[in-house]
């Protein structure tokens, strides 16, 4: 729209036309396909309901659709015709007040080319701030099923310009967390900061050619007694959590340590033989603790007690 400022207009006109052409007085979207080189458009569609993206417009243009729809159908039933035309028009301004951007979080994992991830969520907080507004359903505890959409929340965020709704968005999405199965939140978040998205060039083909290595393991086998355990363990958990944390805590801790990382964060506990993972980006690896026998990209090593093993995986 800011490349062709009178695009707008001109879609306005053609909606309202047609919805008057065919005395429609609820809510609906007109799905228009435009030329980005010519600005030529052409009618895909019109859904004759509420939209998933309506809180886009609530945001921009300062109403509540949902709140407009049922004085409709109040209307309706009371056998009036619909709302006073006088009423609506003093809702809506002739323009939108600065720009709003909306984000489907979902459990999914986009390193599987998008498959759901249905699973419990165990930790779920959203990093609310000014301008920006969380539809959701799931909190801690929410089990996400397998046998309906995945869609976790909407998050949108409003701003006095693009690039402030830009940046709004990728703190909130940054500074949330969902932990349990995967989500697409590092997904959108690495979109906002592509130069095509910044710049408003994100058209339909966008995703064939934009490349995401997040910072995550894909397990292709987990291994028999695999264990995930931390130090010095939770005695007061269970479900599935050891309760006293690793059989060679000395070791764990010196993995740890070789990495970088806090002496207690999570790692792997092999006892009869490993998984076998695929690193989706550059990770530091250290193996310590009783000989053992690994591959790397199909080489082998070996590391034993009496020393630890740091890798550098690509």
Not at 150 to 168: F, N, W, Y
Not at 263 to 287: H, K, N, R, Y
């Amino acid at each position: 729209m800011e490349k062709n400022p009178s695009l707008r207009e001109k879609l306005t006109l053609a909606a309202g036309r047609l919805a008057e052409s065919i005395n429609y007085g609820s809510a609906g979207t007109i799905e228009y396909i435009v030329d980005d080189a010519t600005a030529d458009s052409f009618f895909l569609e019109m859904d004759t309901r509420l939209q998933v993206e309506h809180g886009i417009t609530d945001l921009c243009y300062d109403v509540d659709l949902v709140e407009l729809m049922l004085k409709q159908a109040d209307a309706q039933v009371s056998g009036r015709q619909g709302l006073e035309s006088s009423y609506l028009d003093s809702l809506q301004p002739s323009s939108p007040r600065g720009s709003a951007i909306e984000c489907r979080v979902y459990a999914e994992n986009p390193a599987r080319n998008y498959a759901p991830s249905p699973g419990t969520l165990q930790h779920v907080h959203w990093n609310e701030r000014l301008g920006s507004r969380i539809d959701t359903w799931v909190h801690t505890g929410t089990k996400i099923s397998s046998h309906y959409d995945p869609l976790i929340a909407k998050v949108m965020c409003h701003g006095s310009t693009r690039e402030e709704a830009i940046d709004q968005m990728h703190d909130v999405l940054t500074g949330s967390k969902i932990c349990g199965p995967s989500t697409n939140l590092g997904f959108l978040a690495t979109i906002l900061l592509h130069p095509d998205f910044t710049a408003g060039k994100t058209l339909t083909k966008f995703l064939s050619d934009f490349k995401y290595a997040p910072s995550a393991i894909d397990v292709l086998g987990g291994g028999a007694y695999t264990l995930i355990e931390d130090w010095p363990g939770r005695p007061t958990i269970g479900r599935g959590f050891s309760h006293s944390g690793p059989m060679d805590p000395l070791a764990f801790r010196i993995a740890n340590s070789l990495v970088g990382n806090p002496i207690g964060t999570e790692g792997l506990e092999i006892t009869l033989s490993g998984p076998d993972l695929q690193f989706l980006g550059p990770a530091i690896v250290a193996f310590c603790g009783a000989l053992m026998e690994a591959k790397l990209d199909g080489k082998h090593f070996q590391c034993g007690l009496d020393f630890g093993l740091k890798l550098i995986s690509g």
